[in-house]
């Protein structure tokens, strides 16, 4: 017997069509350069995305068509996102933090056609323009100062262009609408590319009450770039339900966030660790210095992920009244792969317990299998113990990189044939499924033939009241093969002696032999392109 | 270009698997035919599961048979959701509530394999017995009574299975899980057959936190039958998230839903109108009578749906601190079409505006498009206005019925080659998207070329003090064509007469030509199988 259900394609298409119809009211805030505001409903968005398509299809786009976007986050990047599928075309985000070598690289691997650059960004599309000949350069005008004359400027396409006349482009439900380079912390760096499909399942499964919770009532600021990972999906979601948008632009210093959420108070906001860990030493400065500039929108959830949320984070905005929700996934996964939630079972846990939990990275979200595989290649069990490398499988997680042929250190078959990501991450799975990372696989300290994790020593050296940051590398050793070198940054004015460190780590529950043989003070620890601790930078600088 | 994300099938495996280890603690507790409670867990319920799948296996079933069930609402039928499917079944939930002729002509077309009745329904069986050979049937024991000899023990079955030995069956995600017949009010019932894709579709949509909000904090009750479309889906979403379970079992009387409430407070719970209706009458009735005896739960949502909510109904369970979000749905759309949500847009609304947004059907829902069609074939305008039939398309609305020819009456293409399901029900469309169902096409009462919409009638006749029911259908009238005739049940101890109940429609911003030209006192309004008023015995009783 088959089932009579109707054979409809999953489609962003469908999400823009709801915004510009059910939800045509809404507001959609971008900041722009010169820190004015620029607001636009849903409607004017989804009549400007159908335009943006139109005019794509105008010049020229044919169905699979790479379009590069070059862009910070703002009202015409969302146009981006639905615009160029809705055209046919395959989004490409290229992340504006990486140098102009690898930028031109990935355009080339990309085989980008065309380019939506924000004018801001010009000098550094120029160089790396030798590297890659985009066949139209599409301006945006973003700090309102005319576009130079070599380009096309992006307004003018849309004032020409017809959305009541436009038609989408023909579809399936696997056919590519985004695809997005990961960091590449070895080798170069390797293209996903999402499907309407996996998105909208992504959209879906990460909406969920218990993940996002995204309602019509929320206010959405997204900190995590457009360009990392699709800022987490979140435009998707916000989108299918309507939800309004608030853009911070290139503004992204704490003071500018705290400035930003002052003017248009936002529910939800999403970004790595290191924006709030700045964002929370600014506030709690101004706090003392000076009371009454900002106030920290009450009740507001801060959606973060991307790298391990200390707990002392997490505890110092819940005294704030912020909720920080922690997640956890990657480039390859669309990305959000697990949440932390309150589970209703540890509802009688007491606080401590509690924001332990908070800590971890969490369940794994509908329609994603997850295992950890220890280093001889077993299945371990789910004893929150037994550390191994996290490996995930389902229909928003990547199968394979763009243009390379699939290898076995990423991909691995299961005994049923099943396909699964190795993800470099390491950690514990516990009886409640709650997923806790312990490190990726290479930033693991070796000792004596132990493991330590640097991620557990940072999150506990960051709960010590004078550091601001911390970072924890291996460094070699005759006798135990590597130790742990803990870089420490503190808080202005603030100092504390590795001895008393070191105590401070044996209060907190690790060994002697896992304290750090050695201190090093920075000033800040270096950062990736994603924003993230970069631990390559800081290897470079103390070289094992 | 091609995506490179992975194949991944949809499946109900996932959630039965999720469950299993994620949520292994959380309960599900049914109650008994003679009252008591009967408590196990996810996990044990996830071997019980596994056992089903494995028994039917041994049984001899093959992919897409079909396995009926007839039963109330417990652990049992929740292991026939997902263990008929596990093997590679499709469960056919038979209704209890229609007559032995009915159930033996469905069990026929649908040509059932295998039947898993409650031994409590043997009786009901007996009746239909000669009408249909089931292979093997197979007896739950929910009374705790010996299973008669001549049929198979489902304990036995599940004790002789071997649960760790199990191995799903392999599919597609387009492959049937489970089918519901409609209640074919005009003509013989017909068959709907749900997929893996349209059950997992549906779930996330319906889920998602503006619509059923489910959360691992929540403990759900279901009173909507699990033989009527799917308890609305909610099983699935349930064991989706592990969320607790408390089934009612055959005792679905006011007074016994509120015991149970006492014993289990639940903080979601879903049924039709008539039973929130008589709920909040006993209620009400005992806040004066025998104070203390019950409460409602504070803060409870309650879902309802299938039928329209009279608005008077809303305000009656907000004074009383329970929230009633109302949707919209068919068997035919799995059935999760619209949900009433409090729109940010409407925030500065009056209370007034919000509870009469409440007492819509509400949004459609992700996945879902909507649209009306006039009686001239016209596309309606959204202006709050326009009656037209609604249409609604989607990947979890059927495209088709069970083994019957698709016919224009019940699906329509569109000049871009698109499907729509008609659902014989008409509404009006708001500039916000919020559908108001003004009747059933059948239900219309067409006076002088007017539309009178019966259920505006009822409803704002409902909200009048004396009356506990109403009802409205259509006589005949030489001069008008058809006339409104108001059935109405008052509440015990009251009355009121027609000029009284006229007064009141007037008030209530009816037209004169609009007003019901005869009253009809009643005891309570007939039922349909599904609990539903049904127009159809009414007119019956009250011939044109």
Not at 25 to 40: E, G
Not at 355 to 375: K, N, Q, S
């Amino acid at each position: 017997m088959q089932a009579t259900m109707m054979d409809v394609p999953l489609s962003l298409n469908h999400f823009l069509d709801r915004a510009g119809t059910l939800f045509k009211h809404n507001r959609i805030v971008s900041r722009l350069p010169d820190k004015s505001l620029r607001t636009m409903s849903y409607g004017q968005w989804h009549r400007r995305t159908r335009a943006l398509g139109s005019a794509l299809q105008r010049l020229g786009l044919r169905p699979g068509d790479r379009v590069a976007t070059l862009g910070w986050n703002h009202h015409a990047h969302l146009e981006a996102y639905f615009g160029i599928p809705a055209a046919g075309g395959v989004m490409h985000t290229l992340n504006l933090r990486l140098s102009p070598d690898e930028l031109g690289w990935i355009a080339a691997d990309a085989q980008d056609r065309f380019l939506i650059v924000d004018d801001v960004l010009l000098p550094l599309y120029r160089q790396f323009a030798h590297l890659h000949a985009f066949e139209q350069v599409i301006v945006f005008p973003f700090s309102g100062a005319p576009v130079p004359a070599e380009f096309a400027d992006y307004e003018a396409l849309l004032a020409e262009a017809d959305p009541d006349g436009f038609v989408y482009a023909e579809h399936g439900e696997n056919d590519p609408v985004a695809m997005c380079y990961t960091s590449g912390t070895t080798g170069r760096p390797k293209g996903v590319v999402y499907s309407h499909r996996s998105t909208v399942l992504h959209t879906l499964a990460a909406s969920l009450a218990d993940h996002w919770g995204l309602r019509s009532s929320d206010v959405v600021l997204p900190v995590t770039p457009m360009f990392h990972a699709n800022s987490w999906g979140m435009p998707y979601g916000a989108v299918m339900l309507g939800v309004p948008l608030v853009f911070p632009g290139p503004h992204l210093h704490p003071e500018d966030l705290l400035d930003l959420m002052q003017l248009e108070p936002p529910t939800l906001a999403l970004g790595v660790p290191t924006i709030w860990l700045g964002l929370i030493q600014a506030y709690e400065r101004a706090l003392e210095t000076t009371p009454g500039r900002w106030r920290l929108p009450q009740g507001m959830r801060s959606l973060v992920g991307g790298a391990a949320v200390p707990e002392s984070l997490i505890r110092a905005f819940a005294r704030h009244g912020v909720i920080i929700v922690q997640g956890w996934g990657m480039t390859e996964t669309s990305p959000l792969a697990t949440v932390s939630y309150p589970r209703a079972e540890l509802r009688d846990a007491g606080e401590d317990e509690r924001f332990r939990r908070a800590a971890m990275a969490g369940i794994a979200a509908p329609l994603i299998e997850l295992r950890l595989v220890t280093d001889e290649g077993r299945v371990a069990p789910w004893d929150g113990q037994t550390m191994g490398e996290i490996q995930v499988r389902g229909p928003f997680i990547t199968g394979s990189y763009h243009g390379v042929p699939r290898s076995e250190d990423k991909f691995i078959g299961d005994d049923r044939g099943q396909l699964w990501l190795r993800t470099g991450d390491v950690a514990t799975l516990d009886d409640l499924g709650f997923l806790r990372i312990t490190d990726r696989t290479k930033d693991l300290i070796k000792s004596g033939g132990e493991w330590i994790s640097s991620v557990d020593l940072e999150n506990a050296l960051m709960a010590h009241p004078a550091v601001a940051e911390a970072a924890v590398i291996a460094i070699a050793d005759e006798k135990w093969g590597e130790r742990p070198l803990a870089c420490v940054a503190f808080k202005p004015g603030q100092n504390a002696a590795p001895d008393a460190l070191n105590a401070h780590l044996l209060q907190h529950g690790f060994a002697k032999w896992q304290l750090p043989d050695r201190y090093q003070t920075i000033d800040a620890v270096p950062r990736t392109s994603t924003g993230k601790f970069s631990k390559l930078k800081l290897r470079q600088m103390f070289p094992r």
